[in-house]
């Protein structure tokens, strides 16, 4: 009995593709969710990994030309109103608003450091906005991914256990399938959430550096502009 309980066993497909086509439709609809949001999280992880090197990138190149000693309102007529780069936008929003905070005959309205200040902050929440896009999405898979998986093991084996009791046969050919099945659920919540948790920490830390280094940008450009303002 066991010989032909073992040879049965060893005839059932257990590989993936096995193990999927031989699940119910709502294991499968789990499966296929979780290869979604797996081949998602990718998709963001990748982009923000290039969205982030360009963003230092940017920033490095945009230091040096700040700091070469070149006139600032040359340096803005360079790159215009409206520059690609992240860095540069922070500085062309202070720049904007210095030139409007001058009236035609040269006077400064009153109030200029208070809003060029505001102009610098918007500029820097826009940026911020553009660098966290899709971390949410990755704390989600992260965080849900696993219990979506649960569930399709819990409902895989419920089935499975149905299956036994219809058949009134415990055996290794009837009990084996319907649990890999089910534990397979399970593996692919994994497979799609610690990739999301991992890298949503690293690109959430990678984030706050790169806006913390527009912050400082953004003071120091202030303070240059304060003491012009003094003067």
Do not use: C
Request: no cysteine; proline share 3%.
């Amino acid at each position: 009995m066991e010989t032909e309980t073992l040879a049965l066993a060893q005839e059932i497909d257990f590989s993936m593709w096995g193990l999927f086509a031989r699940a119910t439709i709502t294991v499968k609809l789990v499966m296929i969710v979780l290869i979604l949001a797996s081949f998602w999280s990718w998709a963001i992880i990748i982009h923000n990994l290039i969205l982030y090197r360009s963003a230092r990138r940017e920033a490095r190149e945009f230091d040096r030309a700040f700091w070469s000693g070149e006139p600032l309102d040359e340096l803005f007529e360079q790159m215009g109103p409206e520059p690609k780069g992240r860095s540069q936008r922070v500085f062309a929003a202070g720049m904007l608003e210095w030139r409007r905070s001058h009236r035609e005959s040269g006077e400064l309205i009153p109030g200029a450091q208070a809003r060029i200040d505001r102009s610098m902050n918007v500029a820097i929440a826009n940026v911020s906005d553009e660098l966290q896009k899709g971390l949410s999405v990755l704390a989600t898979i992260g965080s849900t991914a696993p219990f979506v998986g649960l569930f399709g093991t819990v409902w895989g084996i419920m089935n499975a256990f149905i299956e036994i009791a219809e058949q009134q046969n415990t055996n290794l050919a009837v009990v084996a399938p319907g649990i890999a099945e089910a534990l397979l659920a399970t593996g692919l919540g994994l497979l799609a959430a610690i990739p999301a948790v991992v890298y949503y920490n690293k690109l959430s830390a990678d984030a706050d550096r790169i806006l913390a280094r527009y912050e400082s940008f953004a003071d120091e450009f202030a303070t240059i502009l304060s003491r012009n303002l003094d003067a």
